[in-house]
Every structure is written in structure tokens, then in C-alpha cells.
């Protein structure tokens, strides 16, 4: 049955009208025009679909978007521009963390999570973070070097 659904976006109130079980990745991709989140697995199980539900890194392909009104919903699309890049964005590029692309949407979410909340992470926290989030690339090296750039620079830029 279709309702109106309301939601929170990269700081952004947005509503728009789906079936009461749109998943929340249906609702950004298909309904709001936000392709930075992917479908892998739909199982929860992937991590490429990846996205911050108040401040915490979560799967969006299986929850109802219906139940997320008044949570504060952050895609990869509200990191960073490609002229205003976050720390993460950059510390990517120039590591050059990833090779088809398709995990790292959901990856740079869970390593701003994870800075936010710990931002001095050890090799071990990254990897305990992130283990959820598969590769199949193999970039991990790559990817963890990385986080613990971007993290360095981000506690450089408020003295920590
Ligand atoms: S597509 Fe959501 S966790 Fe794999
Ligand atoms: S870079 Fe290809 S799956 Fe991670």
C-alpha cells in the first residue's frame, strides 16, 4: 500500500510516496535520487549498501524506510563534494583504496563512524570496524591505510 514517507537525508527533510515496505535503499536510490549506496547482497550481509542511521554505519537494503521518520540518515553523498572533499574522500584517492569502486560508498560511511567515534583508531580497530564490509577486490591493505590517514589529518586539523 503506498503512504508518504518522511525522511531526514543528508540534513535534508525529504518526502516522497512508496509502498509502506520500500526498503531504505529502494527509497534513496529509486526515490530520491541518491546512487552512492549499492545493492550487493540484499542480506545485510555485504556492507555495500551501507549507510550512517544516527551517526551508526548500517545496512539500508533490508530495513523499511517507513521506520526510519526523525532519524538522521547520511549517505555518501553528504560526506563530501568533489569540491569541499571529506578527509576520507581524499585520503582514498590518494591511497588509491579501492579497485571497481562498489564497496567503497559503504566503507568511507563506516570509517566516519568509526572516527567519530574513536578518532585515534588502532590497525585492529579499523580492521574490527570494517570487517563487516567485503571487498572483493582485495583492497584492504589499501583501504585501511587509508582511514588511518585520513584519521591522522583529521586530529591534525583540530590539534588532537
Ligand atoms: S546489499 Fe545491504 S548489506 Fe549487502
Ligand atoms: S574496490 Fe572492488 S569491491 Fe572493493
Redesign the pocket.
Known amino acids: 500500500m503506498l503512504r508518504e514517507i518522511r525522511l531526514t537525508v543528508n540534513g535534508k527533510a525529504r518526502t516522497f510516496e512508496a509502498d509502506e515496505t520500500t526498503t531504505l535503499l529502494d527509497a534513496l536510490r529509486n526515490h530520491l535520487g541518491l546512487m552512492g549506496a549499492r545493492y550487493g547482497c540484499g542480506a545485510e550481509q555485504c556492507g555495500a549498501c551501507s549507510v550512517l542511521i544516527d551517526g551508526e554505519d548500517k545496512p539500508s537494503c533490508a530495513i523499511e524506510a517507513g521506520a526510519l521518520e526523525g532519524r538522521a540518515i547520511v549517505t555518501i553523498e553528504g560526506l563530501g563534494t568533489p569540491d569541499h572533499p571529506h578527509p576520507l574522500q581524499t585520503a582514498f584517492l590518494e591511497k588509491q583504496a ?7 560508498a559503504g566503507i568511507l560511511v563506516g570509517a566516519k563512524a568509526l572516527i567519530d567515534a574513536n578518532p585515534d583508531p588502532s590497525r585492529a580497530e579499523i580492521a574490527e570496524a570494517l570487517s563487516w564490509h567485503l ?3 582485495g ?1 584492504h591493505n589499501r583501504i585501511m591505510a587509508a582511514v588511518a590517514l585520513a584519521a591522522e589529518r583529521m586530529r591534525a586539523e583540530v590539534g588532537r
Open positions: 579501492g579497485q571497481c569502486g562498489y564497496c567503497l571487498c572483493r577486490c583492497a
